[in-house]
């Protein structure tokens, strides 16, 4: 099917606002009926199986012939358009009524992503990019931050479910907190990349992330000025990390991340 990226982010929107309405009344039920995954502390809801049931039926009526990758029933790339879903970023905040997860959308291309929006149930907020077209909070044009240093800059980052892996992560991030302004963790790496993308945070860096974690969000944050490294294309940092940062840092804080063990066997 033949299609322009403000018409995909058209539907992203509408799948997204759709799902995040979805999930947002039917928390008290679905957090009644939670299975685990990788780990105990990997969890799914049914809001989340419900919701992404929900934005593959919508797809399949307006865009018959694409395929669709997601969290929780899989899939794989096609041929054409291929919309990356993560029905609920965030799912252990959600399942204790923490306000910070979303609902992320991206449509892909050959790999890469051309519309995406990450939608925010409890606020409301609707961030969304094009690629070529800029980065958007609830239509207001967005740009990343530019902090004097790396010393000075908010890095934000995330921890795996498996407890091994996490406190390895956990001890790369104390040292990293010793040479950055702070730390900030929120439990939602889609959530975070929209931070960077408005300046909230001058980085952020993950390991162990899926492309449904990151295909709407990193579109945003690159659309709005931040360098992105997407997983797997930048070994020194682990084959498995995520890294966006505002361009007056990336490089020195690149260099700390190296220095202080981020890329490690772990």
């Known amino acids: 099917m033949s299609h322009s990226n403000n018409d995909l982010l058209k539907i992203a929107v509408a799948v997204a606002v759709e799902a995040g309405e979805l999930v947002r009344t039917e928390r008290a039920k679905a957090i009644q009926d939670v299975d685990t995954k990788s780990t105990s502390t990997d969890v799914v809801t049914a809001a989340d199986k419900a919701a992404e049931a ?72 609707q961030w969304t990019a094009t690629r070529g077209g800029g980065a958007f909070l609830d239509g207001e044009p967005l740009a990343v931050s530019r902090p004097e240093s790396v010393e000075l800059s908010l890095v934000a980052t995330g921890f795996a479910y498996s407890r091994e892996r996490r406190i390895a992560q956990a001890a790369v991030a104390a040292r990293v907190a010793g040479r950055v302004r702070d730390i900030r963790r929120s439990g939602s790496s889609a959530l975070d990349l929209c931070s960077v993308a408005a300046g909230w945070v001058d980085a952020y860096y993950e390991r162990g992330l899926s492309a449904w974690d990151w295909a709407a969000g990193a579109l945003i944050a690159a659309e709005a000025g931040a360098v992105v490294t997407l997983p797997g294309t930048a070994p020194e940092l682990g084959t498995d990390t995520m890294f966006a940062a505002a361009p007056a840092i990336v490089d020195g804080l690149r260099a700390v991340l190296v220095e202080e063990g981020v890329g490690g066997d772990y």
């Open 54 to 125: 929900l934005i593959r039926d919508r797809l399949a009526g307006l865009r018959p012939e694409d395929a669709v990758l997601g969290e929780e029933d899989g899939g794989a790339v096609g041929t054409g358009v291929t919309w990356v879903v993560d029905p609920i970023d965030g799912t252990v905040n959600y399942l204790y009524g923490y306000p910070w997860y979303c609902v992320s959308v991206a449509a892909q291309v050959d790999g890469v992503s051309v519309a995406g929006a990450v939608v925010e149930p409890v606020s409301g907020r």
